[in-house]
């Protein structure tokens, strides 16, 4: 997949392009969740009136989407270093050949998902990868 960061992140912390919303038509949280679009986590983000779950006072919170390593990892990595420094990391992984696909069973072929801890996930954000798989 080519990276797609002009979409940018769900209030969730995960690309759009990532998100089944995204893949019926969605154009993005905000603008998705006043038009209609069905996501408890951008429901409660745009009730709470924040920017997303990285900045809630309530995060970490029960929602299951934001429970998975992944999630977990990009959320501590935007609240670290901010959400436009976590896109520009995507894209330069992405254009080094480190794979952040939108394929449904993404374990299979995502570099990310392969890591086995969010610290892992986070030292592959911060410092790519020393050598190519």
Known sequence: MGCRNEIGLGY?????????????????CAEGIAGGFECSIGRCAADRRVEGCHVCPEYPCGENLIQDKRSKAFTRYIQ??????????L??????????STNAKRTECDDYDRCETER??????????????
């Open 12 to 28: 969730c912390g995960i690309a759009c392009v990532l998100c089944d919303l995204y893949k019926k038509g969605c154009p993005g």
């Open 91 to 100: 894209s330069e992984n992405c254009a080094n050949g480190i794979s952040y």
């Open 80 to 89: 670290e270093f901010g959400s436009q420094a976590f896109i520009n990391r």
């Open 120 to 133: 892992e996930m986070i030292d592959l954000l911060k410092n790519g990868r020393s050598s190519p798989r």
